[in-house]
Every structure is written in structure tokens, then in C-alpha cells.
């Protein structure tokens, strides 16, 4: 055999089976991958990174995460030991020790790389992440030492150096717990865990802009009018609520009672309002849905800068006749009141017309609750709690306006802030009532002193059901499918109501967007049938809503800080008197749980491989004798 031929046949049985050896690795790459890594935890949800000015808050890890053995800390027993741990740990918490003075402590240690909180109902010692006096420094009373928020801690403002993801679920919860409890029965193998939230930015907003690595928080707020006039020049009564809530982990924000209340009480009182006449309204109503409010009233701020205060808008301050806010009003609790709170004492304002037409209302209706009303003035407050109406009073603080809210001084709810601020918090039908008051308050505000409130003017505790269970249990709702038909695929779950980046419209506001086009339309084709917008062209500015071609009188803006503006496609900060916060351009969170073996192990496993690296050498070495032997290759 020719030299070239031999040297050929040679070259093709070492890469056949060089390709078999390749082959039989990819076989089995998956089934290896998964043996190694373990895809337990599905629900986990990450505290990311947030800036301002001056700093950075909130967590992150390098690109490659960080990793330790799972370790569990249910007692101060268990706390103490991982304290004195030598090896790197992965702390899962029970929620009472979740909190900044042990997060602190346990990630400055050294040992302890990371932490998963679990969110059980087990709770002794739960704090709010979130300030006393939340937005103080964009508050009326900026210097006030008064107490809201008893629970609050501030801690979600503090910048973490760990890494910290919870889980919610009960099964998830139960699988960190048994694999942790694993690792403190037995030495080997252990469970250990790689958390990975890696944050693009590290700096503060001035330079994460300037970088394109963050992103302004606000989100989008909604404005509608009901009784609007071309022809006359109208008094404005103004309807305020949230659309925002925020606790530690975005993605856990559900605010049931902290904003949820309010908003379905506005939205239900509204829907019920709009059946009424509007001509015999000697005032026009104007509805502020707000968003970015827990971060410095952007949406209200935003809103009477471009809407009262602005040379081109047909609205002025001097236009504004009342005010009336819905904040936290659906407490579950055994003698629910709802109370008014004014900025009257301080002697700038007189509110005494709103609280005349809440009495009214209140005293109208057959309630489904047993909700009480108080128009006492609390001694120790400074005035109204924070709330979007303060952004109208810091402009005129003669304004009259009242917020009525479920606490008389302090917050009542003790877990406002957190992600237990749920369903469970809040009583259905303590908010259909609140709806009823709000709607028929409106309704006097804006008519004539002597005009009979319409015995039909009661708000629909059907429709309460429904949007509490969708905004706070589930997106994959029958009201949801109705106003957005086209919301497919994987919902996020459970739902949030985290403000969200500007520009950015969440799923949330995007329903109370469409619901808020049905009930302020002023022309509707109700045998439309349409899907989207380009199946309507009867009207100018037309939208599809529920199979409904209309026009309306909502309106979309972003709540963008008065402290910052785009300009040439790049934000920049342009009065740090102003709200400056961002959120961090961010890679996909992610838990990954492994076994760790034994040291000793993994020294036999590198010493086998090690020797079957020499076999394998020596067996090249014999086969390439062999073929130079048998077909005579010379070199």
C-alpha cells in the first residue's frame, strides 16, 4: 500500500472514532447537565438594582453569580451557627429573619454569598422595607417626625453586596427546606445552590444614563374627564388613585390594601357614575390614575405640572373646585372605619363642602359591610397622608381636598410594603361600599346642592370581585380576556403591581387603560365586532375596546420626574430637586441547585481521568506503531 494511502486510512479510523467518542458525549450532555443541576426552584423572584443621584440601591452579582451550600436558618440557634461557618453558605431564611440587620451582618461576614427568603405565613417580627414616612422628602411636611408606616425599616433603600431571591410557594418553600435540612444531617454530598442577579449598572443615575445602563422608573398614568363641556368653562372636581406598589422584590409588589383598594373602589364607583346624565353636572370631573407614586409622586407631579400648571393645557389650578383621593380604604378587620383626613388645621384650606358630600353619601347608602365613617381630626398627624394630593397642594395649598383612607393616624396596615399585602389582606365588600361613597360623593360634588342622588348610583360588588381576583390572584382572568383579547402566552404569576420603567405599560395599567376607554366614551359602535384599532374608522381618534369601536376621554402620559429629560435620544438630569430613580438594565435572574461532592471524590474522579489520559496516549502510541509496522510508513 502506498504511503499517502496508508497515511489516509490512518487520518479516517482515529477521526471515526475520535466522532463516536463525540457522539456518545452529546448523548448523554443533557442527562449529565441534569444529574448536576436541579430546576426545583421555578418561582424565584429577585431583589434587583435601583439608582438615584447619589448612589446605588438594592442587589447584584458579578456575571458568573455566586455560590454556596444551602443553609438553613429557622431559629437563632441555626443563625448562630452559620455565623460561624467556614465554608460558603447560601442562606435560606425563614421570614422572620429576613431583615437588614441579619442580611447586613451575614453578607459583610465573608461566608455567607447569598440568601432566599421564604415567604411563609409564619410571621412574628415582619417589617416593612419601605420608610416611616414614606416619600417624606417629597412630602408636604418634609421635616415631620410623624410615624405612618410603624413597621418601616428603610432597608430597600440600602445597597446589598449579596445577592437575595424568595420563593412563595408552598412546594418550593418545601423543597429548600428538606434539601438544607439534608445538608445539616449529612456531610456529603450537599446541596448547595448558584444565584446569579447580574446588574448592568453600579453607579448612580447621572452615569448609568449617560451609559444607556438604567432605565427611569414612572411607568404610565391615565387622566379621563366625566361632565367635560366644550362650550362652557366648567369647576373641576378632581378624583385621585394609585396605580403603584413596591415592596422589597418588584415582582412581589401585590399593594392589595396599599393601593389595590383604592383603585378598584375609584373604578367601580366610576363605572357606576357613567350611567348617569352627565348634563346635569355643573362641574366636570377629571380622574387621575397615578403611577410612580412610591417613588417621589412622579405620576401626580408629572400631572399638575402638564395638565394645571402648563400655558397649553385648557385646565388651570384656579379651575379646581375640590379634591378628593382614595388611598388605603379596604383593611380586613373587625370594626372597618373610613376616615377623612384634610390639611384644614394647618389653616390654608377648607375641606368642610367634601366631607359634607362623603357624610351625605354615606349616610345614603345600605351598606354590605360594617363600615363606619370618622371625619375626626387626628391631633398627631401633620396633616393628610402621603398621597398624590399633596404634588396639587405643594402647587396651592388652599386647595380644598380631603383622602380618605382606612387609619386614622398611623397606618393600620401592618403589612403595608411587603409582599404579604395580599388578597388575604383586604374585605371585598368594605371596598364595594367605598365605592358607593366615593361615586355618590362625586356625584354631589359636581351637581347641585339639592339634586336627589340616583337610586341607581351604587357601585357593582360583582365587578369589585372580578378585578381584585385578577389584579392581585391571577391575569388569566374572563375581565381581563375581555379587555385584552390579544394578552397571550405566559402571564407573570403571581401578579405585580411594581411601577414599571417609563415608557413601559404593565399589564395591569393596560386593563385599567381599556376600562377606563368604556366607561368615559363619548361615541361607541357597539356592532363594531372589532379586534384592533384599524377595524374602526366611524370617528375621529377611535379605539377598540371589547369589540367596541369608541372615542373617549381617557388619556395616557408618562410619569416622568420633573428631574429629568430626554434630550437627542439620551436622558439627562436637569434638576435634582426632583425624583432622580432608575431601574438597572438587567440579565435574567436565575437559581440553579447542584450536589457538591465530597472533596476526597472529586480527587478519585481527577486521578481516574488522569490515568485514562495516559492509557489513552498509550493506546494512540501502540495503534500508530502498529500501522507503521504493517503498511511500511517510513517518516
Known sequence: MQKNQAATLYFFLIYSFSLFLITLGNDNTKEIYDKIYSTYVVDAKACVRYLNQTAPIGCSTGKKGVYGNLFLVDSDTSLNELKKTSTDQIAVLKYDYFNYATISELCHGGRVKGFIALLSNDLNNLQSPLEKYPNIKYSLHPNSNFVWNTKGTSWLYYNIDCPIFSVYTNNDTQTLIELAN????????????????????????????????????????IWATFGHSENEKKKSIIALSWLDSLAF??????????????????????????????????????????????????????????????????????????????????????????YTHTEDKNGKSDSSNIISAVQKAFNNIQFNSNLELSTNVSIETDGIPPSSTMAFLKSDSSLPAVVLTDHFGAYSNN????????????????????????????????????????????????????????????????????????LRGTLPSPPTNYASIVGQQSIPVSFVTQFMRDISSINRNETANCTQNSDCFEFEN??????????????????????????????????????????????????????????????????????????????????????????????
Open 182 to 221: 439534608k445538608n445539616k444531617e449529612s456531610s456529603w454530598p450537599l446541596y448547595a445552590a448558584e444565584l446569579t442577579t447580574y446588574m448592568w449598572s453600579n453607579t448612580d443615575t447621572e452615569t448609568c444614563l449617560r451609559r444607556g445602563q438604567c432605565e427611569p422608573i414612572g411607568g404610565t398614568s
Open 249 to 338: 422584590f418588584q415582582d412581589l409588589s401585590p399593594g392589595a390594601d396599599a393601593t389595590i383598594s383604592g383603585l378598584v373602589a375609584m373604578l367601580a364607583g366610576l363605572q357606576s357614575l357613567s350611567q348617569v346624565d352627565f348634563s346635569i353636572f355643573e362641574k366636570e370631573i377629571i380622574v387621575g390614575l397615578l403611577n410612580g407614586e412610591n417613588w417621589g409622586f412622579l405620576g401626580s407631579t408629572r400631572f399638575v405640572n402638564d395638565i394645571f400648571n402648563s400655558k397649553d393645557s385648557d385646565y388651570s389650578l384656579n379651575q379646581i373646585d375640590s379634591i378628593l383621593e382614595l388611598r388605603q380604604i379596604g383593611l380586613k378587620i373587625k370594626d372597618p372605619k373610613l
Open 415 to 486: 403589612f403595608y410594603g411587603t409582599s404579604f399585602d395580599d388578597s388575604n389582606n383586604i374585605d371585598n365588600s368594605i371596598i364595594c361600599d367605598v365605592a358607593t361613597v366615593f361615586a355618590q360623593s362625586l356625584f354631589l360634588l359636581a351637581t347641585k346642592s339639592d339634586t336627589e342622588i340616583p337610586k341607581n348610583l351604587i357601585a357593582d360588588c360583582a365587578l369589585v370581585d372580578q378585578m381584585i381576583d385578577c389584579l392581585l390572584n391571577d391575569y388569566n382572568c374572563e375581565l381581563f380576556k375581555k379587555y385584552l383579547p390579544n
Open 542 to 635: 377611535v379605539t377598540c375596546v371589547a369589540g367596541v369601536c369608541l372615542n373617549s376621554t381617557t388619556q395616557l402620559f408618562n410619569s416622568i420626574s420633573l428631574g429629568l429629560k430626554k434630550e437627542n435620544k439620551d436622558w439627562q438630569i436637569i434638576d435634582s430637586n426632583y425624583p432622580t430613580w432608575t431601574e438597572s438594565v438587567w440579565a435574567s435572574p436565575k437559581i440553579r441547585l447542584f450536589l457538591v461532592n465530597n472533596p476526597t471524590f472529586d480527587l478519585i474522579i481527577f486521578l481516574v481521568g488522569s490515568f485514562e489520559l495516559v492509557i489513552s496516549f498509550f493506546v494512540v502510541f501502540k495503534l500508530a506503531t502498529f500501522f507503521n509496522q504493517k503498511f511500511n510508513i517510513k517518516n
